[in-house]
């Protein structure tokens, strides 16, 4: 069966996390008397304190329900439905004990990124490294997004940068980078497990492929029948890439441009 190369050669969308609204903090977080006490007896301490009441902050319902929303229950990292999720913070408060309640300094992962890999990592590629300072105090939910102008953190921030850019995927799941960004957050993350790699795989690519199959088989004797069904395929999938409660958004806009066009035109010309 013939196909025409050009014919499914489509165009990548960048993804990223929207940012957090500065307008929307919890007040569990924003005015809250309790919070700030916490904030000022970690600052005092110097370092964060781990203890269940200064832990206890981040199981506000106000600040669960925000996050679930803004990141559609999926995990900044890894891009997974999590049931059980984790308060990240980007810069972690083993050195930034400031930023422990700070807005732009949260993110929503699961624990497998933030516990098992990611922990307390967090390199910088410049000489700069901020310290507290008591002036910050009043733009302390802000804080994250202005030390990124004086740090340059090797980690990708999933709400500042596009990180969809530096990154590239292959058939069976695996991610890679050539970036030096790209590469510390996937290493950092652990994003090239096993289990994750094949979960991509198998609910991406296999059900893409078994669909395909399935029109290729149903209509081979039908060409332009055939066409319009795997056009139909296309659209349906570049829809899905675009949803932002989807999982593996970046790996799906990635096949879309690079892999699936050439397993389209394989299988045709078989
Ligand atoms: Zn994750």
């Known amino acids: 069966m013939q196909s025409k190369d050009t014919k499914y050669r489509l165009l990548s969308v960048m993804v990223q996390v929207p940012r957090k609204s500065l307008t929307e903090i919890p007040a569990s977080i924003k005015a809250n008397q309790t919070t700030n006490e916490r904030r000022n007896e970690v600052i005092e301490a110097k370092v964060f304190i ?43 408060v083993s050195k930034y004990y400031w930023l422990a309640y700070s807005w732009d300094n949260l993110i929503f992962a699961c624990p497998t990124c933030n516990q098992d890999s990611k922990k307390e990592q967090f390199e910088i590629q410049n000489a700069t490294q901020v310290i507290y300072d008591s002036k910050d105090l009043s733009n302390i939910h802000n804080l994250c997004s202005k030390y990124n ?9 999933p709400e500042f940068d596009q990180p969809e850019e530096f990154l590239s995927f292959d058939a069976k799941g695996n991610i890679y980078s050539e970036n030096i960004r790209g590469k510390y957050t996937i290493k950092t993350c652990g994003l090239n497990r096993e289990k994750l790699s094949t979960r991509r795989k198998e609910l991406v690519v296999d059900d893409f492929i078994k669909k395909l199959d399935d029109i290729i088989f149903i209509t081979h004797e039908d060409i332009e029948k055939c066409l319009i069904e ?19 958004l970046a790996f799906r806009r990635y096949l879309l441009k690079n892999i699936f066009p050439q397993i389209i035109i394989q299988k045709m010309n078989k």
């Open 230 to 248: 795997i056009d139909k395929l296309i659209n349906d999938f570049a829809k899905e890439s675009k949803n932002q409660k989807k999982e593996f």
């Open 50 to 92: 781990k203890e269940n009441i200064y832990r206890t902050r981040y199981k506000q319902p106000d600040l669960k329900i925000s996050f679930e929303t803004h990141y559609k229950n999926k995990c900044a990292y890894c891009e997974q439905y999590v049931e059980r999720w984790d308060i990240e913070h980007y810069r972690p």
């Open 149 to 157: 102008q004086q740090e340059k953190p090797k980690l990708f921030h």
